[in-house]
RNA sequence: GCCGGAGUGGCGGAAUGGCAGACGCGAUGGACUCAAAAUCCAUUGUCCUCACGGGCGUGUGGGUUCGACUCCCUCCUCCGGCACCA
């Protein structure tokens, strides 16, 4: 059957572009510039490829041919993101190993994506959970381990530069823990005791803190995966508990992940979400004595950012979980008690439900130390321990939180802040003031009459000079809990030695690799998967002191060494995600994470482009660009931020507006669309919807809409029997067409805009089909602008056309150039407008000068008709496109 | 509550201070056909008008400008994120 005919054409074309390998990229060849576009990897899920994945992946493509195109040397690979919890779970369910079902899953989505004629250079897939590649994951978790943050510096340094500053001095050696031994000298430390001091400052480090336990999934989350007090896989309750548990240091990177920000081309609210999670607060601690010691405590220090508000602080509030709050006075001992076992009762998602206030008295007093004023020491959960001290100075006047709960518990309410420009006795009105606005101090000796920003800064500044206080910043972001009680992720190369410390396997030892179990369940208790591998677990090492630090190696041959228990978590999935950009460059390479000069040329300045889903907000992209940092950091990338371009593209609801699922039966099956109508009508429709980064509903008719244009094309270019119906000679109209297409259509693709590149690739087919028709090096110029939205039509088409002089294919063809010259027309229509409404249109030539198309406009019948014979006052002419006459 | 984004025909959307609604979908009428599908042609913001033509029109109200979908302010609605973070 004649006609444009995708079932035929795609798979031949497919097989072509792999055994020509025409997308392969040489990384070696850096004389010309690089182009980096990549797409965020999927989880190969057993659900196969849903229509969101091909949205970004089309995109991409096309600028990835699109750059090919323009003399670019491009990476542009794909990969699997495949440890993590569901194919654990399905493989649980299902009784056979994840390993298998992993790769069954990869192999689905490899087909998909070939399917779809993507340009991948599939020679530099990465596969997570391939030894070949965590061990490198596991090499950077070494980095991690062996590297400490110098705040001087704002730096991740070697563990051993920080060692060599506690033997010369230059840094004091802290006290840590109930340490007895002699202080100053690193020498005199223990092994034991040097471990644990190091554990301090490296960037990992175990720690026993509250963590979110899920009893559903049997394991513990970061923050991040907590959405609403639940899993974010699987939705299941997630509870706080105290866990000994793998951290990243990810706070020490806060001020730098902060900063980076702002270079960044990525969307305004992406940042912001960054920003928000990061959460940098400027303001002041301040130092509260206790009128009577209690326990170990004789004062009481609070973080707040409004230090000018300090003379309306009437009591004072810690956390449950404050230690103070385990010292009350004996006679509210009884009442603490209770309420610290009321607030522990309360899950994270009930106290978000109700934010109704509760407390009680702890008996305790302290002295206000601006005014020596004695006032309460409260306990609430509205106060957290998480954040800033775990203690708050409360003042009621000015705080929503404080006011309700001073109004419930009847505590003194003084006001500091009168509105601006308001200020002075009877002049402030609390009831036109909104509780946390700023305005002027008043009430407050110190600072009285100045406003809020000024009376920041000079009460901070006195405040350091009693030495009550001092300026300081505060932020939300918590440290990154690394560990999984899974069996599906990467082992930790750290072995746990007899005298409690940890101590890293050697470099030599990786890839520690995943212990063959029959039995991968979770235990049903905290203890991970792993406890299962008896003869994994328990090895004999020899640890080595590199002078300061120290390293194990396994001990096989018997006898050797010390006893030693491996670690038995695993790495969350996000650890495999943090670096796999780099992997792609150079997968092959087993001497090095990725070659120096390799990862200098593509990621000198990092990612060009990068397209994936929203949902990695403060996940994926927080986590790789703290990771990227601390190699940056260490030398080992050459640049301090990872993705220098980021898209989020927008979710593909149902044809019903509503967002895809199997409940509501609206979900599009990419495969049944590339059966139905191709894939390149699927690439084209899903890149015609609308904006990129915009969320659109589906429409069937719409991938009928795209599918007729190339059936358009094709009948433009083929008679029927498909034989090319070329002119000798293009007519000028089509000509100047064809050149207002390749300037508007590269202009539209280097700003993502594909859906105005394909409308104005159906106007120029239009204006073919109107006319008498078009000669083969025009066709081919068209076809190789159509090119990377639908690439197999226009290689078939390209391919009947060409004949013989065919290149292997089109995508070898380099981007075609306009003639500028072409795009002018001679005489060009202006509107003519009086008074600043269209009232008619003149033809001038397009070079007119203001005095020429004035003369144009006014000798207009219909201008004249609304002058009404009035002389213009004002004339505007804006050069080819309009003149504005005003009366 | 706070932060970010967006409001344009029946629908998806276009227009980077200069002719609002490109392109596509849908709809209506017509051609081809025994008929249908496919295809092709025409019309398609809205109101007034037989028509020529004109009025109105980009969530609301104001402002800046010769000129505003576009810039500024007010309010409304929707979407997304965060949320007792002191």
New binding site residues.
Partial sequence: MPGYNHAAIEKKWQALWASHKVFTTNIHDHARPKYYVLDMFPYPSGQGLHVGHPEGYTATDIIARYKRANGFNVMHPMGWDAFGLPAEQYAIKNNVHPRETTAKNINRFREQLQAIGFSYDWSREVDTTDPRYYRWTQWIFLKLYDTWFDESQQKGRPIRELVEEFKTGQRPIPQIGNRQSAMGNWDSLSPTEQRQLLAHYRLAYEAEVPVNWCPGLGTVLANEEV??GKSEVGGFPVERRPMKQWMLRITAYAQRLLAGLHKLDW???LK??Q???I?R?E?AEVTFKLSVVSGQWSELT?????PDTLFGATYMVI?PEHSLANSPAPEQAAEVRKYQKYAASRS?RE??E?????GAFTGLYAINPVNNKQIPIWVS?????????????A?PAH?Q??H?FATKFNLPIIQVVAPRGNAGPGGASPEDHALEEEGIAINSPWIDGLPTPEAKKKITAILEEKNIGKKTI?Y?LRDWLFSRQRYWGEPFPIVHLADGTNVALSESELPVKLPELEDFKPTGTIDPPLSKAKDWVNVRVDVKDLGGDYVAHLDTSGGGGQPARRELNTMPQWAGSCWYYLRYLDPSDEDNFVAPTIEKYWMGNGVDLYVGG?EH??LHLLYSRFWHKVLFDRGLVSSDEPFRKLVNQGLILGEDGQKMSKSRGNVINPDDVIAHYGADSLRMFEM????LD????W?T??V???Y??L??VW?NLFDENDAPKMRPETPPDILRGLHRLIKKAG?DIE?L?F??A??AM??FN?LV??SEGIAAPEAITFLRVLEPFAPHFAEEAYHRIAGAAAKTSISQLPWPSYDAALLIDAT????V?V?????S?VSVPNDADEATAVAAALADA?VQKFLAGKEPR?K?F?KG??V?L?V
């Fill in positions: 959405i609403d969307s305004d609210s912001e979400m920003r928000n999670w959460g607060s303001g609070v973080f707040t950012t409004r956390a994270d106290r978000q109700d934010t109704s206030k509760t959960d509205y106060v957290l321990m998480g954040y800033g001290t775990g203690a708050i100075m003042v705080d939180r404080d309700e505060n939300k929203v907000a403060v015609f919807m609308g904006p915009q969320v659109k509903p429409s008719a719409g009928e809409g795209v007729r244009f059936q358009r009948r202009e700003r805009s859906n105005t394909i409308a159906m106007e239009n089909a109107k060009v229509e202006i509107p407008q008074n600043g409404k269209l009232r249109r219909e004002k505007i804006v496109r309009m504005n005003v």
